[in-house]
């Protein structure tokens, strides 16, 4: 494992205030310290995704929230950065959470929000979770990074690499849309056009991390840009005035997203900032990539490599989530369901909530409106719920695929 750069640099001295205190793997229970970079755990036969763990056991009074700016960094003592100066913001996160207006209609006497990420800086709610890894990474002394991308993630790490002066190496299929490489170039990464899908990419990344002493980001094999995702739970929590939404529906590649609202769910109960109640978690996929869904359905505790080959939604071709136990281990902790929706409908869904709610949303997020409706219509959701839809992109990016 990666095992540089620990506290190399001089800091200014202003402290974030982190309670941040180690890193523990979630499956075996191992500790590590969080100051030097990690990858996963140690243990061969364990291999799991590490999680950032902090002091909470004397809790926070919310209202220190009260006067901090509007992004994921207003939560910084449950962020992993420590030294102020190392945080790299372009402004991510505190999105916000808007009602169904013209299509209300089909929520009967449910509430349905959408929790909207395309705001975010690159268009996604990647630069959350990016941000984090890239701030962490800055402090840690790291001078490349290298990421496979399914195409948000490496405009995200290109831009906050840019700015945080670290070199960016993004490995991407050939096939994504051309908009994802050019922000790439112009943010200043490496690109390296990979003639396979995100799972050859991974491969390929992981290969030349290993050769070269880079820093690898990818999904859930280091233990920050969950972190960065996390933020999300404690906007809804905060947003909602505290009170979590009944039900969430979230589209489902690697997961992190998915599993970082849980760990925030269970990090706000600790410091006393909600309850015990929990939404019932949703996770849709697409369906020419749907190893989640036939993983829950048939029972299992790990997924099977699943790829149909090409989707509109890029971000959901993850034939196999490294965090694949991860993920099934929310849905089931918190009765909920899997369920996947195919290109057409994604299509149909985008021009819908485009053409009645004047939200341009990524393909991924529009696969949730799908899955909302058949949830409802198959009573999964019952009546005066509250179902909150996270929308985890822009769909100004994904224009060149689909048939206006
Ligand atoms: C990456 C991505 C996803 C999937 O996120 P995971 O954390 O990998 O589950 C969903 N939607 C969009 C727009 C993405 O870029
Ligand atoms: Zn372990």
Redesign the pocket.
């Known amino acids: 494992m990666l095992n540089r750069g620990a506290y190399t640099k001089t800091n200014s001295g202003v402290l974030t205030g982190s309670l941040i205190t180690h890193l523990e793997c979630p499956n075996c229970g191992r500790h590590y310290s969080a100051d030097i970079l990690r990858t996963v755990c140690e243990d061969a036969h364990c291999l799991s995704s590490l999680f950032a763990r902090y002091d909470l056991s004397n809790g926070l009074p919310k209202d220190i929230l009260t006067s901090r700016p509007a992004t994921m960094w207003r939560y910084k003592e449950v962020l992993p950065v420590i030294h102020q100066e190392n945080i790299i913001t372009v402004g991510e996160g505190f999105t916000p959470i808007l009602p169904l207006t013209n299509l209300k209609h089909w929520a009967g006497d449910d509430e349905v929000l959408w929790k909207d990420?395309s705001g975010n800086p690159t268009g996604?709610?990647?630069a959350r979770?990016i941000g984090a890894a890239v701030s962490k990474a800055k402090e840690l002394g790291i001078d490349t990074i290298v990421t496979p991308t399914?195409?948000?993630?490496g405009g995200a790490l290109a831009a906050y690499a840019a700015r945080a002066g670290i070199k960016a190496i993004v490995y991407i299929p050939k096939l994504t849309p051309k908009v994802f490489k050019d922000e790439c170039h112009l943010y200043g990464a490496q690109l390296v056009e990979v003639d396979g899908n995100i799972s050859d990419c991974g491969r390929l990344a992981n290969e030349q991390a290993i050769a070269n002493g880079w820093f690898q980001v990818s999904?859930l094999k280091e233990p920050y840009?969950l972190e960065g995702?996390k933020t999300m739970g404690y906007e809804i929590a905060e947003q909602l005035n505290w009170q979590l939404p009944d039900v969430i529906l979230?589209?489902?590649?690697?997961?992190?997203?998915?599993i970082?609202l849980w760990k925030a769910f269970d990090e706000m109960e600790q410091l006393g900032w909600i309850g015990s109640h929990r939404p019932r978690m949703v996770a849709v996929q697409s369906e020419s990539c749907n190893g989640i869904v036939q993983a829950f359905n048939a029972g299992e505790a790990s997924s099977q490599f699943v790829d149909g080959g090409f989707t509109i939604?890029?971000?959901?071709r993850?034939p196999k989530?490294y965090a694949d136990k991860l993920i099934l281990k929310v849905l089931r902790k918190s009765n909920g369901t899997a369920l996947s929706i195919p290109d057409a409908m994604m299509s149909e869904a985008l021009k819908e909530i485009a053409r009645y709610e004047g939200m341009l949303i990524?393909?991924?997020?529009a696969a949730l409106w799908q899955a909302f409706k058949h949830l409802k219509a198959h009573r999964w959701i019952k009546p005066h719920e509250r179902i909150l839809l996270l929308?985890?992109?822009?769909g100004y990016k994904y224009l060149e695929n689909i048939n206006i």
């Open positions: 990420e996604s709610f990647k979770g399914a195409g948000n993630a999904t840009r995702k979230y589209p489902t590649g690697g997961g992190t997203g998915l970082g939604a890029n971000g959901l993850v989530p990524a393909p991924e997020g929308n985890t992109g822009s």
